[in-house]
């Protein structure tokens, strides 16, 4: 069995700072990511985007560019549920323009939406995507695509 995820993500970055989220989950004590999640049924990834970001910070997204997509495959034996099989992810990133002041997502899956210097991003536990966004925003790969994000230490599926 395979499962899959369609996926829509912002790069928010301003004044050397990049918008993060805190995410919680039942497999692990908390890591950061962007800002984003999935694509429902029937819906724009664009206006998914703009959802997700209204959703999880409180704040407008006005996209200004896509960045790329990202593909990732991950076989059940690297997964947190092996007994569901392996996992697709496909992940739009999107650079947004961020409007208002970040609240915490009310009974929601992410909280702490916080501006994180670009430098201290590295020194975080952190969802892949973090690192494929950023490398997507700074490298502007003609293509839209960027090598795979090694997994491990800091960095996790």
């Given at each position: 069995m395979t499962t899959f995820r369609l996926g829509a993500y912002a790069v928010a970055i301003e004044n050397d700072r990049v918008l993060l989220?805190?995410?919680?989950?039942?497999?692990?004590?908390?890591?950061?990511?962007?800002?984003?999640?999935?694509?429902?049924?029937?819906e724009d990834p664009f206006d998914a985007v703009v959802r997700e970001v209204?959703?999880?910070?409180?704040?407008?997204?006005?996209?200004?560019?896509l960045l790329g997509v990202d593909s990732r495959f991950i076989p059940a034996a690297e997964r947190h549920m092996p007994e569901k099989g392996s996992h697709q992810n496909i992940?739009?990133?999107?650079?947004?323009?961020i409007t208002?002041?970040?609240?915490?997502?009310?009974?929601?899956?992410?909280?702490?939406?916080?501006?994180?210097?670009?430098?201290?991003?590295?020194?975080l536990r952190r969802a892949a995507l973090?690192?494929?966004?950023?490398?997507?925003?700074?490298?502007?790969?003609?293509?839209?695509?960027?090598?795979?994000?090694?997994?491990g230490g800091l960095v996790i599926h």
């Open positions: 989220v805190r995410c919680a989950s039942a497999f692990d004590e908390g890591h950061w990511s962007l800002p984003g999640g999935a694509v429902e049924h029937g209204a959703e999880e910070t409180g704040c407008a997204a006005v996209v200004e560019h992940g739009v990133f999107y650079q947004v323009r208002g002041e970040p609240r915490p997502e009310p009974n929601g899956a992410t909280s702490d939406p916080v501006w994180t210097l670009l430098t201290d991003v590295a020194g973090v690192d494929v966004g950023l490398a997507l925003a700074a490298g502007r790969p003609p293509t839209g695509h960027v090598a795979a994000v090694p997994v």
